[in-house]
């Protein structure tokens, strides 16, 4: 449904701001040294709705992100089977709203 469109009242509104927004943010590079990391993500919300994460640059080790956990603001764990090393960077995208 277009959200500038209102059901109710069968109107569009073409001054309509949506109240959401979809952002991305890069993590600064991991140190390595564990399977678990805190990542820092600057600007990353802890009231941020996570919608994906993904890993952009590869460590050392060469090993793919597993997962994620521990939201805070402007960081996030992020999880691999081994450590990673140094030099890995992740992707998230969040919605905001």
């Keep these: 449904m277009n959200p500038n469109y209102s059901a ?4 569009f509104n073409p001054e309509l ?4 927004s979809i952002l991305t943010f890069d993590s600064a590079v991991s140190v390595g ?8 993500v600057t600007g990353l919300l802890a009231t941020d709705k996570i919608l994906a994460v993904t890993q952009s640059v590869k460590g050392a080790a060469n090993l793919p992100l597993l997962g994620y956990n521990t939201q805070v603001a402007n960081g996030l764990t992020a999880v691999w089977s ?3 090393g140094a030099g890995a960077v992740i992707k998230v995208t969040v919605l905001r709203g």
């Design 8 to 11: 109710r009242f069968k109107t």
């Design 33 to 40: 040294g564990a399977a678990t990391e805190a990542m820092t």
């Design 82 to 84: 081994a450590t990673p």
């Design 17 to 20: 701001i949506p109240s959401n």
